[in-house]
Structures are given as C-alpha cells and as structure tokens.
C-alpha cells in the first residue's frame, strides 16, 4: 500500500484539458476546488475555506474524463500528491504539489450518473484500462442518462 495516497471530493475549476504525448500517452489536466465549512465557536458564524488542486491523469482514464466530465461537475479523486520543480525563462525556481489521479469518478450526492463500460485500445469491452467513465453532463449539475450499451457476454464478471 502507498504512503502518499489522497483523496479529495469538490467540484472542477476548468473543462479537462486532454492532450497526447509524443509517445501517444493521454494525458488530462483540470482544476479542483474543495470547500470546506464550519461552524465559529465563538462567534457562531458559518465559515468556509476554499483549496485548488491541479489534477492530472493518464492513459485510458485521461480519455474518460475527457469525455465525461466538464467544469462544474462535482468529483471525487483519489490518488498520490508529486511534486513538479521547474525553472522560469527568467532563471526563478518554481515549484507546486499536483494530484495525480488513479481514480476519479462523479459524486452521487447530488447527482447521478450511468456507467458505461469503454472500449479499450485492444478493441475488447472493459478491462483494467476500458473501465468507468460517465457521460458528459447536459446543463445544470446532473449527468445526462447512458444510452444503452452493448449487451454484456454471460460469462462476463460485472463491473
């Protein structure tokens, strides 16, 4: 099991951005806002707090959240903090902590989604790479209903 695992529930900042490698690698990029509310004990004024994250993920899930998710759309991620380092044309040091998503699925709490299995690149249903995914909401902060799907293979183990 790895130490540095995350998980963090909020809303996306930014459409995902998905873009290939030179190698052909998916990779997509969005923005996450996580609030977090209290109550003031002594004032006993509702407070809130708001944190950004930049979340990054690869290969088939990239796509999938390419596909099924857009700015407004409140998510759960799960995955690993890394931290990136760089230097400015104009010779600064930078440096930020992003998530780099193994998971990301819609929050059923105010909302409700219809999984649909993907192909995967080898042209079979499913699989560790062909899984998940919803499709793209349609207004407000809802998902739109999966039309339906192939049919499924007896012997096939369900999601």
Do not use: H
Not at 1 to 13: E, K, L, Q, S
Not at 34 to 49: A, F, I, K, L, M
Not at 72 to 96: A, D, Y
């Amino acid at each position: 099991m790895a130490d540095n695992t995350v998980t963090v529930i909020g809303n996306i900042t930014r459409d995902p951005e998905l873009r290939f490698t030179a190698g052909g690698q998916a990779l997509t990029t969005f923005g996450l806002a996580s609030n977090r509310r209290w109550t003031n004990r002594q004032s006993g004024q509702q407070e809130e707090s708001t944190s950004f994250f930049d979340v990054s993920c690869w290969g088939s899930l990239a796509e999938n959240v390419a596909d099924s998710l857009a700015k407004g759309n409140r998510v759960v991620v799960s995955g690993r903090l890394e931290q990136r380092s760089w230097e400015t044309q104009e010779g600064e040091k930078r440096s930020k902590v992003e998530i780099v998503a193994d998971e990301i699925g819609p929050s059923l709490r105010w909302a409700t989604a219809k999984p649909q299995r993907t192909e995967s690149r080898n042209g079979q249903a499913g699989g560790a790479q062909g899984q998940g995914g919803s499709n793209p909401p349609q207004g407000g902060s809802g998902y739109a209903p999966a039309p339906a799907g192939p049919a499924y293979d007896e012997n096939e183990e369900p999601f």
